[in-house]
């Protein structure tokens, strides 16, 4: 059970690299619940549909998440360089489409992504376009709009485009990225005086409508939705997953983190504190990139944690297998 909690990053680019054959190891024991691929995984599309065809074989049963980040834009892991047909960042298809338009050309991109063999694209992207100048969200053109009703309606057709050809998707980045003043890749990000109430709504609509596979959530600190006196990231605070997401919001679905490997955690937290606290919290799915300082065992490490913690405590065990019914549901829907 803990193991389907687990998806990592690696470091091979061909079916028949070592890490590779590790991983494909990991998912057939159920030491592990899926993978993420990034630009350095990526070497030919025929190579990445040979390991994403041995991911798959190696756990039929219970489908491996294969999941990668493939926005449009500058957010992309498959490029033109390897011959894969980009689109454009999610400003400019609001720009020019309207999401009948868009839902058609993520469409295209998600039959692309499914035929090489993977389960999961981690977006749309649900923040608002609240500050131009936002490092990681508005610089880029992440966010479809700062009108919450239009960054529904562009979200609901990529989910809708994904689902089409078998694809699961994450909502991202809750409780709202697109105010923020700084990049929680490189550190903490204190959104107490730039969040905005109206960031939710996408979340909300999405959610009434049942569109949302998952949840992602960012690393984003409120000093209202933290413990007295700590600095809690969302994504390791109960008050922002179990009381505002799962409760306010009525959602029952997969909540997956946010790379937990993002400087935002990695500079505060140690893996153990990590997995423990975004366990409390509510997150049933922990990613982690595996690129702040490769370790070839992480996921291991991950997995000795979560049962060590579950056999000390039967309420940790006890969100364990909360967490696993959740994952083990969202993958029967996998084709």
């Known amino acids: 059970m803990a193991g389907q909690m687990i998806v990592v990053g690696f470091q091979g680019d061909d079916v028949s690299?070592?890490?590779?054959?590790?991983?494909?190891?990991?998912?057939?024991?159920?030491?592990?619940?899926?993978?993420?691929?990034?630009?350095?995984?990526?070497?030919?599309?025929?190579?990445?549909?040979?390991?994403n065809a041995a991911f798959?074989?190696?756990?039929?049963?219970?489908?491996?998440?294969?999941?990668?980040?493939?926005?449009?834009?500058?957010?992309?892991?498959?490029?033109?360089?390897?011959?894969?047909?980009?689109?454009p960042s999610a400003a400019n298809i609001a720009a020019s489409n309207t999401p009948a338009q868009a839902?058609?050309?993520?469409?295209?991109?998600?039959?692309?992504?499914?035929?090489?063999?993977?389960?999961?694209?981690?977006?749309?992207?649900?923040?608002?376009?609240?500050?131009?100048?936002?490092?990681?969200?508005?610089?880029?053109?992440?966010?479809?709009?700062?009108?919450?009703?239009?960054?529904?309606?562009?979200?609901?057709?990529?989910?809708?485009?994904?689902?089409?050809?078998?694809?699961?998707?994450?909502l991202k980045h809750f409780p709202g990225h697109g105010s923020s003043t700084a990049d929680s890749h490189e550190g903490f990000v204190d959104i107490t005086k730039t969040w905005q109430a109206e960031e939710l709504d996408p979340y909300r609509a999405l959610i009434a409508a049942g569109q949302v596979d998952m949840v992602m959530v960012g690393h984003l600190y409120h000093g209202k939705y933290a413990e007295a006196g700590t600095q809690t990231p969302s994504s390791l605070s109960p008050q922002w997953i179990e009381g505002v997401l799962r409760t306010d919001l009525g959602y029952d679905g997969v909540v997956i983190s946010d790379d937990l490997e993002m400087g935002a955690i990695r500079d505060h937290f140690t893996t153990l504190e990590t997995v423990r606290q975004a366990v409390w919290a509510g997150v049933d799915v922990l990613l982690f990139s595996n690129t702040a300082k490769y370790h070839a065992g992480l996921g291991q490490e991950i997995l000795d944690i979560l049962v060590a913690e579950g056999k000390a405590d039967p309420a940790f065990a006890a969100r364990i297998e909360q967490s696993y019914k959740r994952i083990v549901a969202l993958k029967a829907r996998i084709d």
Do not use: C
């Open 56 to 87: 798959r074989a190696a756990s039929p049963d219970l489908p491996p998440l294969i999941t990668l980040d493939q926005e449009g834009g500058a957010v992309e892991r498959l490029t033109k360089d390897v011959g894969f047909r980009e689109i």
């Open 17 to 51: 690299d070592k890490s590779v054959a590790k991983l494909r190891d990991d998912l057939t024991a159920g030491r592990l619940g899926g993978v993420m691929l990034l630009k350095i995984n990526i070497k030919t599309l025929a190579e990445v549909g040979e390991m």
């Open 103 to 170: 839902e058609a050309i993520y469409a295209r991109m998600a039959r692309s992504i499914a035929a090489l063999g993977f389960t999961v694209n981690f977006g749309p992207v649900a923040d608002l376009n609240l500050n131009p100048e936002n490092q990681v969200i508005g610089r880029y053109g992440r966010a479809f709009s700062a009108d919450p009703t239009i960054v529904a309606a562009y979200d609901e057709a990529f989910i809708k485009a994904h689902h089409a050809a078998g694809l699961l998707t994450a």
